[in-house]
């Protein structure tokens, strides 16, 4: 179901994991080995509902704490950004409809803006292994804002580098956490999901649930434009 929207769209803001690259399994699997040597686990439900889409700071703190792991939060992110290198090297995947979207807003004239949680490395790896880094006008981190996901920080912060006001602005994002910290900025967001459906609440802060990122491009075409 979808709301009508109230004012033309001139900026989209993407989330990048489980929304425009294919990482969240990544990054179930990576908690999975640091888990493993110490005799745990847990259920990917269980990812997609606690860690999906929050900060690796968060993330690592809240794993650690949650299973007495004996490591520094510092022991952690080394281990799992070692292991993650391994994974990266192989190739990230985009997720459906990346590409054409992307291609999509260039020529409709939109800005574009990526806003994530996960390091500049990183990110630059993963979207230049596609050759899309160079679609975004503007990028924002986790280490740029004080506060990640759910708060509305990281997604305010893009709007100041694209010089846009955030009703003008749309938001893509997969997880509970993104919309949340999109709807607490007063931006209009749209949920792609990847792990998982977002819960009664989370969809109806959205302005619409879609299957895949290309039906981005027939919703603004029917709502935005």
Sequence with gaps: ??????????????????????????????????????????????YAQNYSGKSELHNMQAIIARFGLPISVAQGTALVSAQEKMYFARGVPLKTGAKELLVYLKQKGYLIALASSSVRARALEALSQHGIASYFDAMVFGAEVARGKPHPDIFCKACDKLHAAPEDCLVLEDSEAGIQSAFSAHIPVICIPDMRQPGTAFQDM????????????DYLERRCC
């Design 206 to 217: 959205a302005q619409a649930v879609l299957p895949i990122l290309t039906d981005v491009i």
């Design 1 to 46: 179901m979808e709301k009508t929207a109230n004012r033309p769209v001139q900026a989209v803001i993407f989330d990048l994991d489980g929304l425009l690259i294919d990482t969240e399994t990544i990054s179930y699997a990576l908690y999975q080995d640091l888990l493993r040597p110490y005799g745990h686990t847990f259920s990917v439900e269980d």
